[in-house]
């Protein structure tokens, strides 16, 4: 069974910076291709970033160079560097994963088996 486990969530200033963090317990996360998305109550969920098993990255518009996602093997975790944080990034964030290979910037949710619990982001102004 795998479990991925979210962390580093929180409330934070425009302006500022978190890093979110995304545990992978039961498969290695080389592996994995992995997501971050996000959601906000009544809304869809979107795609942040993904990153896939030959770590090429892709972002959604409007996180575009200020969002970052990495993994760390050796550690069997995903980032998600998030700076110049505005209120509009307040959601929700969920990483998800999969064993497939899948394409650099895979954002459809149906590809991604594996999701985590869930952390808070609270961008305020």
């Known amino acids: 069974e795998v479990r991925l486990v979210e962390s580093g969530g929180g409330s934070v200033e425009v302006g500022g910076s978190l890093r979110l963090s995304c545990t992978s317990f039961g498969r290695p996360l080389s592996s994995f291709s992995m997501a971050w998305f996000r959601q906000i109550p009544g809304a869809q969920r979107e795609a942040v970033a993904s990153i896939n098993g030959y770590d090429a990255v892709g972002y959604t518009g409007s996180v575009t160079g200020r969002f970052s996602i990495s993994k760390d093997r050796d550690k069997n975790t995903l980032y998600l560097q998030m700076s110049n944080l505005k209120p509009e990034d307040s959601a929700m964030y969920y990483c998800?994963?999969?064993?497939?290979?899948?394409?650099?910037?895979?954002?459809?949710?149906?590809?991604?088996?594996?999701w985590g619990q869930g952390t808070q982001v609270t961008v305020s102004s």
């Open positions: 998800a994963g999969t064993p497939l290979y899948l394409p650099q910037s895979t954002f459809d949710e149906s590809k991604y088996v594996d």
